[in-house]
């Protein structure tokens, strides 16, 4: 098994910035990337950003592009989600999950094995 603990929340005004981190402990070697997801109450939970563990690629959803950035610090076994620009739109709980493969389906949550119990992220206007 595979243990996330994400840290980093909290709330923030428009146009501020969070950085939010998940750590991954465990069967890690299982992992071959992390992503990141969020859901708004009422909504479904919706795919952020993704990234692989050995090349460190990436792929970001459309309404994130250029705001939050999905990084990694392999040796920490950490992956982390700058989030600047922020807008009351990105208020949610955020999830980080992970998953043995990387490919087309990335931003497809059940592709992903372990989940993390979420950080609430609240952006005031």
């Known amino acids: 098994q595979v ?21 991954a402990s465990g069967r ?10 969020r859901q708004a109450p009422g909504k479904a939970r919706e795919f952020v950003a993704a990234i692989s563990w050995s090349s460190g ?5 459309d309404s994130v592009k250029g705001r939050f950035t999905i990084s990694r610090d392999n040796a920490k076994n950490t992956v982390y989600l700058q989030m600047n620009s922020l807008k009351p739109e990105d208020t949610a709980v ?14 497809n949550s059940y592709e992903y094995d372990y989940w993390g119990q979420g950080t609430q992220v609240t952006v005031s206007s």
């Open 57 to 61: 690629n990436t792929y970001d959803a």
């Open 28 to 37: 890690t070697f299982s992992s071959n990337a992390m992503g990141w997801f």
């Open 94 to 107: 955020y999830y980080c999950a992970t998953t043995g493969h990387w490919g087309p389906m990335i931003s």
């Open 3 to 23: 243990q996330l603990v994400e840290s980093g929340g909290g709330l923030v005004q428009a146009g501020g910035s969070l950085r939010l981190s998940c750590a």
